[in-house]
């Protein structure tokens, strides 16, 4: 992010617009991406409501809430983030930055947390493959539940990464070196990552009560 | 050799995928050989059913997703796109090699998992059969493909932006070389329908390696929802596919005909209006699928909708070369080619797409011959056109006309042979992705490989006297045709920035009765 | 060798003709426009050569250029539409499968790499199958592995076979004879060799076939009405109980209301669903959870015997509401 | 040289934070309440979609960029609601998807 203006724009605003563009298209592609999963939630929703029933009630909404609490957060330092890049305020960037990281890494950890519970009570995705006749049943919506929660804390992972990287630079460049383009970028994959998570909640851990 | 890898000039690299899709190409062509002698006779006797099941895998994959996707996009368009803009490069320029990059990789996994063994689920990975009953090595060719499609969303999230952001100052999007119009239409099918099939793969993978139970009908999954993900990507991908050769055949057939485009506006308009409706059809590959009934009827009806641009095209083509100055060049053969197999191929969709009609001709070999038909004679018409086109301009030498036409008749020819027997084994029923068949087609499928032989002469001719060009050829001059268009205004080659002074843009497009007159003497009936 | 220059295989089924009368007007469509844009290059290119003295193009106006695209659009459109309209008609009489009681119901199973089939009298048979010409013969379709298709070209009928669904699909042979059937659908190393026949017979030799192969197998509803018993469906389902479970006569065929106040066709994908996922589909003014689920219980040829029996039930008489 | 930020201000943040913890409240104590099943789905999708609108309109300060830019984030929107509308269109007639 130190360096100065890429070689086919003239100037940063320039610059800064078609980042926007290419980051919005990349984050159209992503609507498509988590979409599909949408569409198979969906489908799998309408055709066996009764797993739904059964069995997101195992899912804790009260965990699941205070983790969307910590992504909403997140999303509002990541915002304030990209407003220090652009003011180049070195210091309350590296600050923002951190602190979403913290959020983020939070998220993850109870993630992680929740994950290990399931599987320590045997609520896995694994089907049964020799059994015949298997079936839809807890394998089958807990294969939801993990697709559908693994891509997302992937991304979230990913989001970190990228993150670290900001924070690192920034802490390493004058102040009146910083470019905001990079944030920017970054910041608008934060938010939305947590924005497909404002639909998973819902999707999985209200379900049970939201079924028949 | 170092500074090929490392460069980040659009040109350079348009040159490194022109390569590597060449040698996809080559392997996907010497495998579609041993196909048609193997298809020779009725028995399977060259290779076992197995064999031959993971040899037309490798085809189709090969050939959709690691050639003609990224053929004329990733070649043609990342070469011309600034150009034709009048921009020093991509808006993106390092996004640009890293897709190459990922390309490549994707290409060898592929590669890994033909060699490890191979893939013997067609190109459409249609489960439960790739998921739980293959025993070939699904995941690692799916994760090939992966890295395919995410080397097309970086390439056209690279090209919207620059369309966008970098055009040339008085560069007015009505101003737009049609070639730029349909490179355009293809970035936003390539940006917004790649991820469903990216994400479709994956679940494959997941499925297949972790025991998940997704498409598995035993597990409350359903087949058909892999079906309505797979082809909602690769409807629109057959447009990818399709798009930019159109775009090509807009460039040609107004400068060999020395004409303005019949109807400039309706041709950029129907780019964008194939690429819209080409995502509301995907349905029309399930009509026997057992999709309901009534979803069948919506998507017959808008595959018949999605018609009418492509015949635009054709008929702005034809409008372009009426009251023209027809110069039959290599190129302009090329198109000619494109427009008239275009036509009965993308005819032969009509009949497809007529629900009565797929429900017997479904999985037949006409279906074989419909695709072909528009790939082989379609769009590698096109490409090769385009090729031959701007070839010029990239290696700023002239190749043999002579030759070039004896390729271009002889490609034609070969492929008449090899695919028009195929719609009538289809027509009597004939299914596909068969290594045996019963006697009575073997006179059809005889045909088909004999023909099959001279496609294949036709298509090493082009690569000896390019390749000889670059050796033997005469210079060629800024603009040897007398096109229009900025990349005619600069060098051949061009200079690494493409530019010496940023051009800027005056006129509207295609002022063929005021360009240049051609430089090249002694080529064509001038 | 039959000659190649037949192009579609005879026609032996009561939708057969009119859907070759379709294919034949779609082929004539594309070859009169491939030729016709064929001819008018090959026109252009020798009346507008280059030459000296037509060294430009002359081009076109705007108001021509915008009024020849519009008629042409309108010309497609109109010819599209047609086009559209003639398939999905026709589509319609090849899809809809009668359901009157005096069809010959089979059941058929695909699996790897073969194709078995099951009378309605309990008679098997595999890799061949006897049908009777002049009568509707109903098809319920299933596959226990990947998914297959049921292609006869002679009948113009193909169907996918998806493993996890039950699907019908219909037709009636005209001319005794007898015809290929092949899997149409990819399904493995054997895929090309997953063939069989259709040997259409003579309306009274078809049921003394029928007859005669009795192997002293029950016929498929009563073995589906044992089922029926031995799984103690009845339980529930008795016509006196009524009140437990909805009745199952005269089900087949009929639109079902469910409780979510849509309503749903009880085909034999739904009457398979039923016994596997009761409570997916709950049907109006009974309650979910009541029925177990038979899922893991029943195989997939237990199945299409229960479904037979209750097929079986689409015109039961004396079943007051 | 242009420094203008894109990004909302810290009080406008702030606003929409407490607005996007308000309904996170509210989406969760609908999911208690007694009522029918659809109504309850439509209601948490609608809370999800205010809830994404407001992190789109002002932590992602869409509305601030140029038309192209929103065009592609509407498209991908419409395209999504497409293969959904068309997989449960097909699934609700059929069980097919
Ligand atoms: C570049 C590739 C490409 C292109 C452009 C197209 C274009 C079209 N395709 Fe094709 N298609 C494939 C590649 C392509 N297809 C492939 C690979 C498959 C098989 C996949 C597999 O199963 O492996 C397939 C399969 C396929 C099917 C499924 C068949 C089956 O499996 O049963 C259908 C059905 O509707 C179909 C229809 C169409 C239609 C209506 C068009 C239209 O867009 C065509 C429109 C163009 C024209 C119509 C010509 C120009 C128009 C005029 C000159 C106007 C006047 C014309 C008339 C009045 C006739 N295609
Ligand atoms: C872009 C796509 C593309 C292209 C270009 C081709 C090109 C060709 N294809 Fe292919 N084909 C597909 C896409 C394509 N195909 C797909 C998607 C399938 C479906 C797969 C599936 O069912 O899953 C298919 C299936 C398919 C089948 C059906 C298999 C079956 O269903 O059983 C057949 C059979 O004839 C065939 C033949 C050919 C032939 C003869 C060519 C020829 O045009 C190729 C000619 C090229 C060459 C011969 C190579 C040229 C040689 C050189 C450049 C130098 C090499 C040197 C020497 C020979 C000395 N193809
Ligand atoms: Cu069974 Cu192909
Ligand atoms: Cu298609």
């Known amino acids: 992010m130190p360096e100065a203006v890429r070689e086919p724009f003239a100037d940063p605003a320039h610059q800064r617009d078609a980042v926007a563009l290419g980051m919005w298209a990349f984050l159209g592609q992503e609507v498509l991406f988590f979409g599909v999963l949408f569409v198979f939630y969906t489908s799998l929703r309408v055709r066996h409501p009764e797993l739904f029933a059964a069995f997101a009630p195992r899912l804790d909404w009260r965990l699941a809430t205070v983790m969307t609490v910590a992504l909403l957060i997140s999303s509002f330092t990541m915002a304030l983030a990209v407003r220090f890049a652009f003011t180049r305020a070195r210091r309350s960037l590296v600050l923002a930055l951190s602190t979403t990281m913290i959020l983020g890494a939070a998220f993850l950890a109870l993630k992680g947390w929740e994950y290990a519970h399931h599987f320590e009570h045997g609520e896995t995705p694994q089907i049964d493959l020799a059994g015949l006749g298997r079936g839809p049943g807890l394998a089958t919506f807990f294969g939801v539940y993990f697709v559908l929660t693994g891509f997302h804390a992937l991304h979230v992972l990913g989001g970190l990464g990228a993150l670290g990287w900001l924070a690192v630079a920034a802490w390493r460049t004058p102040a009146s070196d910083l470019r905001g383009s990079p944030v920017m970028a970054v910041g608008l994959y934060w938010h939305f990552v947590d924005i497909v998570w404002l639909f998973l909640f819902p999707a999985l851990y209200l379900a049970g009560r939201l079924a028949p | 050799m170092k500074s090929w890898l490392t460069t980040t000039d659009h040109k350079r690299i348009a040159l490194l995928y022109l390569g590597t899709m060449t040698l996809f190409f080559t392997l996907g062509g010497l495998v579609a050989t041993v196909i048609r002698v193997e298809l020779a006779t009725a028995a399977s006797d060259l290779v076992t059913a197995d064999t031959y099941n993971r040899l037309f895998t490798l085809h189709g994959v090969i050939m959709v997703f690691f050639f003609l996707i990224p053929s004329i996009p990733t070649f043609l368009g990342n070469y011309l796109l600034p150009l034709m803009l009048g921009a020093p490069d991509l808006a993106f320029p390092r996004l640009n090699l890293a897709s190459w990059y990922v390309f490549v990789a994707g290409g060898l996994l592929t590669l890994t998992a033909m060699v490890a063994g191979g893939l013997d689920t067609g190109w459409t990975f249609y489960t439960p059969y790739s998921t739980t009953f293959s025993d070939s090595h699904v995941i690692l060719a799916v994760l090939g493909v992966f890295l395919a499609g995410l080397s097309s969303v970086f390439t056209g999230i690279n090209f919207i932006v620059t369309t966008h952001r970098l055009r040339a100052p008085g560069l007015a999007w009505l101003r737009l070389p049609l070639f730029v119009w349909s490179l355009y239409a293809t970035s936003l099918i390539l940006v917004l329908a790649t991820p469903v099939l990216a994400m479709t793969l994956l679940l494959v993978a997941i499925e297949r390696g972790l025991h998940v139970g997704i498409f598995d009908p035993e597990a409350g999954g359903s087949p058909l929802l892999f079906q309505h993900f797979f082809w909602f990507y690769s409807h629109p991908a057959v447009y990818i596919m399709i798009l930019p050769g159109m775009g090509v055949i807009s460039e040609l057939v107004p400068c060999f005909s020395r004409n303005r485009p019949f109807g400039y506006g309706f041709v950029a308009a129907s780019s964008l209006a194939i690429a819209v409706f080409g995502f509301l059809v995907w349905g029309h590959h399930m009509f026997v699928a057992g999709q309901s009934y009534f979803a069948s009827v919506v998507f017959s009806f808008l595959s018949f909708a999605v018609a009418v641009p492509s015949g635009v095209k054709v008929f702005s083509w034809l409008g372009t070369m009426h009251r023209g100055s027809i110069w039959l060049t290599t190129p302009m053969i090329y198109a000619l080619g494109f427009i008239a197999l275009f036509t009965i191929g993308g005819g032969t969709g009509l009949a497809l797409a007529m629900l009565a009609v797929d429900v017997h001709l479904h999985d037949t070999y006409f279906v074989v011959a419909h695709f072909h038909t528009i790939m082989v004679g379609g769009m590698l018409m096109a490409y090769l056109g385009g090729l031959h086109f701007w070839w010029p301009k990239i290696s700023g030498r002239l190749y043999s006309e002579r030759w070039g036409r004896i390729a271009a008749y002889t490609l034609f020819i070969g492929f008449l042979l090899t695919f028009l027997p195929q719609f009538v084994l289809g027509t009597q029923g004939l299914p596909r992705r068969t290594a045996s068949y019963p006697p009575e087609f073997q006179f059809l499928q005889g045909l088909s490989s004999a023909g099959a032989t001279i496609l294949a002469v036709g298509y090493v001719l082009p690569g000896v006297y390019l390749l000889a060009s670059l050796v033997r050829g005469r210079p060629a001059g800024d603009n040897p045709w007398g096109a229009t268009g900025l990349e005619w205004c600069t060098s051949s080659p061009p200079p690494p920035h493409n530019f010496v002074r940023p051009p800027v843009v005056t006129d509207d497009p295609y002022d063929y009765p005021r360009a240049p007159q051609p430089t090249i003497t002694g080529v064509g009936d001038a | 060798m039959s000659t190649p220059f037949e192009l579609l295989p005879a026609a032996a089924s009561a939708t057969s003709v009119a859907v070759d009368v379709v294919v034949l007007l779609v082929f004539a469509v594309i070859g009169v426009v491939s030729l016709g844009v064929l001819l008018a290059m090959v026109l252009f290119v020798v009346r507008y050569r280059r030459r000296p003295g037509n060294l430009t193009g002359r081009g076109h106006d705007l108001a021509t250029i915008r009024r020849f695209e519009f008629t042409w659009c309108g010309i497609t459109a109109a010819v599209f539409l047609g086009l559209f309209v003639l398939g999905a008609l026709e589509f319609d009489r090849v899809e809809r499968v009668p359901a009157g009681a005096e069809a010959v119901d089979i059941s058929v199973t695909a699996k790897r790499w073969m194709w078995s089939f099951q009378h309605a009298n309990g008679r098997r048979e595999l890799s061949r199958l006897h049908v009777p010409a002049g009568r509707v013969v109903r098809l319920h379709l299933t596959s226990e592995d990947v998914i297959h298709s049921f292609y006869v070209p002679a009948f113009r009928l193909k169907q996918d076979v998806v493993p996890g669904w039950l699907r019908t699909a219909w037709f009636r042979a005209t001319a005794p004879g007898t015809y290929a059937l092949a899997c149409a659908e990819y399904c493995g190393t054997e895929h090309a060799l997953m063939r069989a026949e259709v040997v259409v017979m003579e309306a009274h030799n078809y049921d003394r076939w029928l007859a005669q192969g009795d192997d002293g197998r029950p016929p498929l509803a009563a073995a589906g009405r044992a089922l029926f018993e031995r799984l103690d469906c009845g339980a529930c389902h008795e016509t006196r109980l009524r009140r437990r479970a909805p009745p199952l006569e005269g089900l087949y065929g009929r639109a079902v209301s469910l409780r979510d106040g849509s309503s749903v066709l009880a085909d034999d994908d739904y009457i398979r669903r039923s016994i596997l996922r009761p409570d997916a589909e709950v049907v109006a003014d009974y309650q979910g959870g009541v029925m177990p689920t038979y899922a893991g219980l029943v195989d997939d040829d237990e199945l299409l015997l229960l479904v037979a029996y209750i097929r079986s039930l689409a015109h039961a008489e004396g079943v007051s509401p | ?97």
């Not at chain 4, 509210?26 to 999911?31: E, H, I, K, M, Y």
């Not at chain 4, 659809?38 to 038309?67: D, Q, T």
């Open chain 4, 1 to 97: 040289m242009n420094h203008e930020s894109p990004a909302p201000t810290i009080a406008a943040a702030f606003l929409a934070l407490l607005a996007l913890l308000a309904l996170t409240a509210t989406t969760v104590a609908l999911a208690f309440l007694e009522l029918p099943p659809a109504v309850h789905v439509a209601l948490a999708m609608s809370i999800a979609a205010i809830k994404a609108g407001l992190v789109v309109a002002v932590f992602m300060h869409l509305m601030r960029e140029a038309p192209a830019t929103r065009l592609v984030a509407l498209v991908s929107v419409i395209l999504l609601s497409i293969l959904m509308l068309l997989v449960v269109v097909d699934v609700r007639h059929l069980g097919g998807g």
